[in-house]
């Protein structure tokens, strides 16, 4: 992965039918930081063959302004998956930046689209690599996690998909990327294990880690609730699938002026001290020291990343 796809800014991420023209349009003159055009779960089995054309003509046609352009293919194990990769990227892989690969569950997947996505490229002069990101929604994806993340230099992102890693894993689950009466049943958080494990995996191989969407599109105390969660545990953004969750998303994760004032108040602190010789202080009754100065320069970068500060 190149240090400018390193740098991209990815918190709300909308997710759109590749069956629906209308919807992609809307998509790409959103405030969305990417778009992913979906020819996986929202397109019908008969409807695949147009929708990639729709994919196509959308990626060469419209102006997605600095949005990340990406599209979910169908899953290796199916017939449509190497058509889709054929047809969309000998058509419109200079628009593309990112595939999407569903059900990841180990490091075959993203070797096989890897692999093909060498010989497209080369067969078609693209010169500019596509990306990967991996969607880890099964329970051999979380399992094989680490192998996942190293399976190619293309990676970019491992994604968590909660609805069919709760079908994987025979969870019951009322909403999708939700909290519900069953949660209430369990005192820790279902989702923990999986999203910290990706969340590791991500940073281990620095990577972006992104949270899965929330049905429930008009319940945004509810969304507000799992971006707190999904944020606290490391992820640096979080699916859309309606365009009223973006501005909520965004807003999440992306650091608050309190947070970086509190960043940049320390940062100047800790610079004085170490000018007077001292490794470590104390401010508003808190240890300040380099393990301290780490996270806020985490806290500054994406914010700049964000252009919310300097």
């Known amino acids: 992965m190149s240090e400018a796809t390193r740098q991209r800014i990815v918190r709300a991420v909308l997710i759109v ?8 349009a809307k998509a790409a003159a959103s405030d969305a930081d990417q778009v992913c055009i979906d020819l996986e779960d929202a397109v019908a089995p008969d409807q695949k063959g147009p929708a990639r054309q729709n994919v196509i003509d959308a990626l060469r046609s419209l102006d997605f302004g600095g949005k990340t352009r990406s599209v979910r293919i169908n899953g290796v194990d199916t017939p449509f998956a190497y058509r889709d990769l054929v047809a969309v990227v000998e058509q419109a892989g200079p628009w593309l930046d990112t595939i999407i690969v569903p059900k990841a569950s180990g490091a075959n997947e993203i070797r096989f689209v890897d692999t093909m996505l060498d010989q497209i490229e080369a067969a078609c002069g693209i010169r500019r690599p596509i990306g990967l990101e991996a969607l880890i929604e099964t329970a051999a994806g979380v399992l094989n996690i680490r192998e996942v993340a190293q ?14 890693f709760a079908a994987s894993m025979q969870m ?10 069953h949660d209430a049943l369990y005192p820790g958080h279902r989702w923990h294990h999986a999203m910290q494990a990706i969340v590791v995996a991500a940073r281990a191989h620095g990577l972006r880690a992104i949270d899965g969407p929330y ?12 971006c707190a969660i999904s944020r606290s545990l490391g992820f640096d953004g979080k699916w859309c699938i309606h365009p009223n969750q973006m501005t909520r998303v965004c807003q999440a994760f992306s650091p608050s002026p309190s947070e970086i004032g ?28 380099e393990a301290s100065l780490r996270a806020c320069r985490q806290i500054l970068a994406r914010a700049r990343r964000a252009g919310l500060a300097d």
């Open 172 to 181: 019951a689950q009322e909403t999708i990327g939700g909290l519900d009466a």
């Open 151 to 164: 399976a190619s230099r293309r990676l970019e992102a491992l994604i968590f998909g909660s609805g069919d």
């Open 215 to 226: 049905a429930a599109f008009k319940d945004a105390d509810g969304l507000e609730r799992l």
């Open 17 to 24: 039918p590749a069956s629906n023209p209308a919807m992609i």
């Open 262 to 289: 509190w960043a940049q108040e320390m940062t100047a602190a800790y610079a004085a001290a170490l000018a007077d010789g001292r490794g470590a202080i104390s401010v508003g009754g808190k240890m300040i020291d």
